[in-house]
């Protein structure tokens, strides 16, 4: 039995089978390469699914973290730490926000959206104004709140009873949102760019709409970022795009380059809602998770940064729809679906493995959420090898 096939065995009798997972054993990465235990090498364009934004070990950020290991790993919220004091000022002030909670992954993050939007509503107007809309095909995380507000059939089996209080809207339907935005909503929760439903942005007018709304009725709007913030459409946020800024936006997958956090962000009409024992996180705001943070943000702000994401995206695209097999192109940034003419996505993910190539899958589109960092030169070799297991 090879390496990997002796850890596939022992993984395999000893973690939960939650996951088809590809029989491949990551060992290590460099850059926007990883290698695995057999030695093979692959260009990454899947990130971790848009985790790793800075790519593998990068230097300053891998300083930045292992420095604070070596000086604070974790205390408790009970008490203050500096890192998590300048994290929270330089991402409030980057993202445009007032306060912000911190937790661990992007369900966390739409948790206490949700239940801040639930409990303004309360402190506000009393029981009864706690129903949620969130959209046909969303994705918003798989704790029960957050499935529960997940707009896909598919994720509503096994465990019920699911949470009451969520209802759902058509995509870019301003009718059927009028419909249901009655006196029981107290928030609109919505992707701009509907990552692992397909990769489909909203509609300019449908996002006019909901804002519109929304602020008539002093009813919240939700975005959850988890997959478009923190600079991989090519600004900050992907509401930047569409002109908006929620009541409150949830950020985590690239928020520290690859070490698990979730944000939640709130504007100033929110900012002491919750109080002293309403929410709370233990390893929240982790000192090492701010340090990562902290060296995403630094860089992300660093001139003409997210300029060259949209130049690479450009790039991408066009060379993508250059490729007789590609039907189209979907997204914003570097979250880019691609439609194929006759192949099937999921086939398509697993014959480029063979290839030394990682990409995702959204539906029944090949997704590419690639490192924030990758170079021209690295799209070139990455997509020639997508290319030839396009054209084979
Ligand atoms: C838009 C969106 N929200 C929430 C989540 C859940 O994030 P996590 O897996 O970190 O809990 C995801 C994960 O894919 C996501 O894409």
């Known amino acids: 039995m090879s390496s990997s096939e002796q850890t596939i065995k022992k993984f395999n009798e000893h973690v939960m089978q939650s996951y088809g997972r590809y029989p491949l054993v990551m060992e290590k990465g460099q850059g926007r ?30 300083d930045a973290v292992c420095a604070q290991v070596r000086t604070l790993q974790h205390n408790s919220n009970y008490y203050y730490t500096a890192i998590q004091a300048e ?15 911190f937790g661990n992954s992007g369900a966390e993050a739409n948790e206490c959206a949700i239940k801040i939007a639930r409990k303004y509503s309360f402190d506000k107007y009393g029981k ?16 029960m709140a957050t499935l529960s507000a997940t707009g896909q059939d598919v994720f509503h089996n096994y465990f019920f009873p699911f949470l009451e209080g969520f209802v759902n809207v058509a995509a870019n339907d301003i009718d059927d949102l009028k419909a249901k935005l009655d006196d029981t909503v107290c928030a609109v929760m919505l992707e701009y760019v509907q990552g692992e439903g397909g990769v489909n942005a909203l509609q300019q007018e449908f996002v006019d709409a909901v804002y519109e709304l929304c602020a008539a009725k002093d009813v919240l709007v939700i975005a959850d970022e988890v997959q478009t913030g923190v600079g991989r459409t090519g600004k900050f946020l992907a509401g930047d795009w569409f002109g908006k800024k929620a009541d409150v936006t949830t950020l985590a997958k690239g928020i520290a380059g690859g070490i698990p956090m979730g944000a939640c962000l709130v504007n100033e009409k929110l900012r002491d809602v919750f109080t002293p024992g309403t929410h709370g996180s233990t390893f929240g705001g982790n000192p090492i998770a701010c340090a990562g943070g902290l060296a995403v943000l630094d860089r992300l702000n660093s001139d003409g940064f997210l300029s ?28 880019i679906g691609i439609t194929l003419k006759t192949k099937k996505a999921a086939d398509v993910a697993k014959a480029s493995l063979d290839k030394g190539l990682l990409v995702l899958t959204a539906k029944d589109k090949v997704r590419l959420l690639p490192p924030l960092t990758i170079e021209y030169s690295e799209i070139d070799a990455g997509l020639n090898k997508l290319f030839e297991v396009l054209e084979e």
Not at 35 to 59: A, H, M, Q, R
Not at 93 to 101: K, L, N, Q, S
């Open 87 to 101: 994290f929270a000022e330089k991402l409030c002030e980057t993202a445009g926000y007032d306060r912000v909670f």
């Open 308 to 335: 060259e994401v949209n130049k690479k995206a450009q790039y991408f695209k066009e060379k993508l729809e250059n490729c007789s097999e590609v039907a189209g192109t979907s997204g914003l940034g570097l979250m």
């Open 128 to 143: 009864g104004r706690h129903t949620i809309i969130t959209l046909v095909n969303s994705f918003h995380g798989r704790t």
């Open 33 to 62: 390469n990883c290698k695995d235990e057999d030695g093979k090498e692959y260009i990454d364009f899947g990130s971790g699914i848009g985790t790793n934004s800075l790519g593998y070990c990068d230097e300053k950020w891998a």
